[in-house]
């Protein structure tokens, strides 16, 4: 991936308005069509097989995830492109997954994962390699689902929704004497 990859994972509102409307397309259309660019910043070195996922946030803006492999460590260490997509939308305080486009059916492991999120049964996902391509619920894939809602109340925060955790930073100064060794050691 590129070093610029974290600029090129998100595309900011404003300019996601424009291209709709320069396309004249709706955001339905506009988000598979994104998917195949979007495939060439995946790292899949040892597939061979990009991946790449493009969602709409609240916010307007639009997020990117893709796959990355790594040559060094065991094949299960891969991030997979809806995990990528959902720290990315972590890391932009988005809160809510609506809808996707996706370049290959998610794996099984990625149908649990979004499982966890809020009204994940009525998330819709389009996979663009279909012959006919159109969203579908999560529900769709995800047959007889188990997930947070199982276990807790509907009311515990689940991923990408804000928690307080109840940890505070300590009142001495003990990470500045840190962070001030650490400057002197790199
Ligand atoms: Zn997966």
């Known amino acids: 991936m590129q070093d610029d990859a974290a600029t090129t994972t998100m595309i900011a509102a404003a300019i996601a308005d424009g291209v709709t409307i320069a396309e004249s397309q ?5 988000l598979p069509s994104l998917v195949s660019s979007a495939q060439s910043l995946a790292c899949p070195s040892i597939s061979n097989f990009p991946v790449a996922a493009v969602e709409l946030g609240t916010s307007g803006h639009i997020f990117v995830g893709v796959n990355m492999e790594f040559p060094s460590l065991p094949f299960h260490h891969t991030i997979h492109a809806e995990q990528f997509l959902l720290t990315n ?90 962070a001030k060794e650490f400057e002197i050691l790199s």
């Open 26 to 30: 709706s955001i339905s259309k506009l």
């Open 89 to 178: 939308m972590a890391n932009n305080v988005e809160t809510h997954l609506d809808s996707f486009a996706v370049s290959a059916a998610p794996c099984g492991h990625c149908r649990q994962f979004l499982q966890e999120l809020r009204d994940a049964p009525d998330i819709q996902i389009l996979i663009t390699s279909h012959k006919n391509p159109h969203f579908s619920p999560l529900s769709h894939f995800l047959f007889h689902h188990f997930g947070p809602h199982d276990l807790f109340p509907k009311t515990v925060p689940l991923l990408l929704e804000p928690r307080h955790n109840a940890l505070s930073l300590p009142q001495n100064d003990h990470f500045n004497v840190l």
